[in-house]
């Protein structure tokens, strides 16, 4: 990705402390929505020229300085108390040692490492709020932000919409005849329900993304999904880099039947930003990163879904492409994200507002 910032002189340079999930490594790819988006933010502000350190599980990789926490194998749940302690000793050390400005958290968990510091704390909530414990609306001295106005409905806090790089992802020359879904395989993504649409319209669709090791993901995939694979509707597993790319780049069109308020959709950005149009049910913010009849289709129902599918020829994708490179570059999120470190800086209080300001010049 290009430089996000010409250098602007005369502004006292910041260094920030990026707190990631303990229990997932950092990285551009393998890994979900939150940490692509940490990734993107603290490289923009290696590339601005202020410093940057991260707490991350070991195996992640970043521009600035890692300060690694080691990544618990095993069952999760049974790992996280430990991994979160382990987290909260090397936020207190790093904010020593780098003298850090601002602290900006991203991990579902973050409450539980919240340092006793008195300096400026944010904390991205990249997940539905009501999936947060209540006690973190309570924090003292953490901003709270929100990534898209359908998450932030009613809530009071500052929004920062989120971006892609989109320098990697091109069209395809040559569409092919594949539906596509991506994402975590789980109930609440509904990959069962891209499957069904398949076999209504007896196309082929490649599901792929992660399987975690949560005995409720693997009972869904055991009972919803394996059942409705076939020679023509596959799971290939995870997928990464071009391989990822290519495959939203060549597909008739991406499925996100949803079943849950999303917060986002990077993979609908992705897509879009492909050239390729998405169909989505109307789940959180999916309204205002899909276009309706213009980089795809919102619907409410399978049936609807099916229909859309059938009428995705009316989609153009030079209009997709034009549409996500001017929606969702990431420099757009990375500005915002750094006016806002700035303005908690200099107020050196906690700000949950939604008028609050974050967009302009840095």
Wanted: aromatic share 6%.
């Amino acid at each position: 990705m290009r430089s996000v910032l010409d250098e602007a002189s005369g502004i006292r340079r910041m260094t920030v402390l990026s707190v990631g999930y303990p229990l997932f490594p950092v990285r551009t790819d393998e890994s979900g929505g939150a940490e692509q988006i940490l990734v993107l933010v603290e490289r923009g502000l290696v590339e601005s020229g202020n410093r940057s350190v991260v707490v991350a599980a070991q195996g992640s990789s970043i521009a600035g300085r890692l300060i690694a926490t080691p990544c618990v194998n095993g069952q999760m749940i049974e790992s996280r108390e430990k991994a979160q302690k382990v987290h909260a000793r090397a936020i207190t050390k790093a904010v020593r040692d780098f003298s850090v400005d601002l602290i900006h958290f991203h991990g579902l968990d973050f409450h539980t490492y919240v340092p006793d510091i008195p300096i400026p704390m944010l904390a991205t909530l990249h997940l539905p709020l009501g999936w947060y414990p209540d006690s973190i609306y309570q924090l003292p001295k953490v901003t709270l932000n929100c990534v898209s106005h359908a998450q932030a409905n009613g809530a009071g806090f500052p929004v920062v919409l989120n971006g892609i790089d989109t320098q990697r992802y091109r069209p395809a020359e040559n569409k092919q005849d594949y539906l596509l879904w991506l994402g975590r395989v789980c109930p609440e993504k509904g990959a069962h329900i891209a499957l069904e649409v398949a076999h209504r319209l007896d196309l082929p669709i490649i599901i792929a993304g992660p399987l975690h090791p949560f005995r409720s993901h693997h009972s869904y995939f055991n009972e919803k999904v394996k059942p409705l694979l076939d020679d023509k509707r596959r799971y290939i597993g995870p997928v990464h880099g071009q391989v990822k790319a290519d495959l939203l780049a060549a597909a008739r069109c991406l499925l996100v039947p949803s079943l849950v308020a999303e917060t986002s959709s990077l993979v609908a950005m992705e897509a879009i930003t492909s050239g390729t149009a998405v169909v989505a049910f109307r789940s959180g913010a999916l309204p205002e990163v899909i276009e309706h009849g213009n980089t795809g289709f919102i619907v409410d129902t399978g049936d609807e879904m099916v229909d859309a599918v059938s009428r995705i020829g009316e989609i153009s994708p030079k209009v997709c492409r034009a549409r996500g490179m001017a929606q969702f570059d990431a420099r757009r999120m990375i500005r915002d994200y750094l006016n806002l470190y700035r303005r908690l800086c200099e107020r050196g209080a906690v700000v949950n507002d939604p008028e609050f300001e974050v967009s302009g010049p840095v």
